[in-house]
């Protein structure tokens, strides 16, 4: 078992290590901001929370991150529609689920606190909630209209199931398109996520998820485009 961090890790550099520690910070009241260059132990002596267990709450969040990783090197071509859409769905649009509203949350707030000495971040607060707003309209069509008729289709082959897949394909594709676009804009607003002298730990941790966010995508459009609807339209020839 990997640990990236011990007692005596400043609770700043923990925030940024493992994925949604955030939230288990902010839930017991323990600033990882400006008040994170500390030593984790000390925080949690303050806090009177007991220093075990909650160790063992970080490590099962880096754990649960590092087995999510491992599951996108699975040879997917050897997969069947089913097993595809629903990694796509439980890895991908889970992630996506849980993550864009947390985004939203300190994209939201560094543009606030930090917007006018870096004005640049109001573009990135603006490509940041229109890339939201298109992957979760995204998301839904797939699980509500596409994914089904390709899962009945892998069930029981059948021209009609197979028509309405591939009428949607070029759709899904094109907005595929777009995610990409506004991800590429993010990064040259950012500088490929160059962080300012003296940046904050919100800071740092925003630009490292956005750059998650970003890596994430890949993989996921990399299954649809590059694996699911090749396969779905070479078997319609």
């Not at 509203?101 to 971040?121: A, Q």
């Not at 800071?203 to 890596?215: D, Q």
Request: aromatic share 8%; hydrophobic share 35%; glycine share 4%.
């Amino acid at each position: 078992m990997e640990t990236v961090f011990t007692r005596d890790t400043k609770v700043r550099e923990i925030v940024i290590q493992v994925p949604r520690s955030d939230e288990l910070f902010k839930q017991h009241k323990i600033d990882f901001c400006c008040g994170g260059n500390r030593p984790i132990h000390e925080a949690l002596t303050e806090k009177g929370l007991h220093e075990e267990t909650f160790l063992n709450e970080l490590q099962s969040l880096f754990d649960q991150a590092s087995e999510m990783k491992s599951l996108d090197s699975n040879d997917w071509t050897k997969e069947s529609y089913s097993s595809i859409m629903d990694h796509v769905i439980h890895r991908h649009h889970g992630y996506l689920a849980e993550e864009l509203p947390d985004l939203s949350f300190y994209v939201t707030k560094i543009y606030r606190v930090h917007g006018n000495t870096h004005p640049e971040l109001g573009e990135l607060h603006r490509l940041f909630h229109t890339l939201k707003m298109e992957l979760e309209q995204h998301m839904v069509k797939e699980e509500q209209q596409i994914f089904p008729a390709i899962r009945q289709y892998d069930m029981n082959p059948g021209q009609q199931q197979r028509d309405i897949a591939l009428s949607r394909i070029h759709e899904l594709e094109s907005e595929h398109e777009e995610a990409g676009s506004l991800l590429k804009q993010i990064r040259n607003v950012t500088s490929d996520f160059t962080l300012p002298s003296g940046a904050c730990t919100t800071y740092k941790m925003t630009f490292k998820r956005l750059e998650e966010l970003e890596s994430d995508m890949f993989q996921h459009v990399h299954l649809e485009n590059n694996i699911l609807f090749p396969r779905l339209q070479e078997e319609a020839v």
